[in-house]
């Protein structure tokens, strides 16, 4: 039975990854498997019943980099009752992790297991994540350096420019130049547009939680309707409203923003003379607000990505950053809702939309 009993342990013992050594309480190696012997590069089983510290210090002293320090702890063990656990940090790369717990029968301790875990590769793992955690945080820092120059050194400058042309456009010039002037002006506001929607959706990009009260989302609809009411009329767009109620939901005030960027989209490629439409429809536990033009539309191969960063849809017609509908999904992300685009059942164009949840 007992030699039954053996042979079991040590097919169990041979079959384990792990190295495993067992020495008794005056320091003698009673028990090894083949692991064990491997990483140690111990040729055979001769250091049975030999002292374990002169076996450690015949073998791991010189293939440790830690060696002094493993050492120290190596010539208390067969006195410690206490579980104990290191890495051991190998010449050639290797990075093992040991566990030594005291064997004990009828309350005495008979000796000490000690087993050896290959973790080089965990190791490695771990390292390069910090690195690449590293690698984030300094992206991160010139992102936010990048965002502030973005914010005063450019726009600053767009500002003058701004206010010089005004200035400028006020005195008398010969129409070659006021057109020079009235270019100029055009091309500064772009700039200007450009400035302000990266500036933002870096903010929100950097942002995780918004602040969130019970709103009438409707309201934030009306305001965004009011503050482009010039760029319809400019385009003599008649715009329909549909959405009159009170639609309460768990929203964050900066939700007007998405209705301006996606009104102002509509505005940008909705022919002259045309229509617009929004509403606000009953989805179940959401509100889906739709804006509805009858513009060119959007090709079903492009739907999937107009909502991306510089994702743009016919760029030769209208020129832009390509980040408003980047503001829009990123923060209807943050309410958790959704974001879509469809062809215009009526017609021509599509319908934008967006979901919030109820109140």
Not at 83 to 108: A, C, N, Q
Not at 296 to 319: C, I, L, Q, S
Request: proline share 3%; glycine share 6%.
């Amino acid at each position: 039975m007992i030699k039954s009993r053996e042979s079991l342990l040590r097919n169990v013992l041979e079959a384990t990854d792990d190295g495993i050594s067992f020495f008794d309480n005056h320091g003698t190696i009673r028990l090894t498997n083949n692991k064990f012997r491997e990483i140690w590069d111990i040729p055979d089983e001769s250091e049975i019943g030999k002292d374990y510290i002169e076996a450690f210090t015949k073998y791991g002293v010189p293939q440790l980099k830690n060696a002094s320090e493993v050492l120290s702890k190596v010539k208390t063990f067969s006195r410690s009752i206490e579980r104990d656990s290191d890495i051991l940090y190998f010449s050639d790369g290797r990075i093992f992790e040991y566990h030594l717990f005291p064997v004990i029968t009828d309350g005495m301790v008979k000796g000490h297991v000690c087993s050896y875990r290959d973790i080089t590769m965990r190791k490695k793992v771990e390292y390069d994540l910090q690195e690449y955690a590293r690698e984030l945080e300094r992206s991160n820092e010139l992102k936010d350096l990048f965002t502030d120059i973005i914010r005063h050194d450019l726009l600053n400058p767009a500002g003058l420019v701004k206010g010089f042309v005004e200035i400028l456009l006020k005195r008398e010039f010969d129409p070659d130049t006021t057109g020079k002037l009235l270019a100029i002006e055009r091309s500064n506001k772009k700039l200007i547009d450009m400035i302000e929607s990266a500036s933002k959706l870096s903010r929100l990009e950097s942002t995780s939680e918004l602040e969130f009260k019970e709103l009438n989302v409707g309201a934030f609809l009306r305001m965004a309707i009011e503050a482009l009411r010039v760029q319809f009329k400019s385009k003599n767009i008649v715009l329909e409203n549909n959405a009159n109620g009170i639609y309460k939901a768990k929203i964050s005030p900066v939700l007007e923003e998405v209705f301006a960027n996606l009104l102002s989209n509509a505005v940008k490629y909705s022919p002259e003379n045309s229509k617009v439409i929004v509403d606000i429809l009953d989805n179940g536990e959401e509100w889906k607000v739709t804006v509805t033009d009858f513009g060119e539309g959007v090709a079903d191969e492009d739907k999937p990505y107009v909502f991306e960063r510089f994702k743009r849809v016919n760029k030769a017609a209208v020129k832009g950053t390509g980040l408003g509908l980047a503001i829009v999904k990123r923060i209807i992300d943050l309410h958790g809702g959704e974001v879509g685009v469809e062809d215009n059942p009526a017609g021509n164009g599509s319908v934008f939309w967006v979901t919030v949840k109820k109140a």
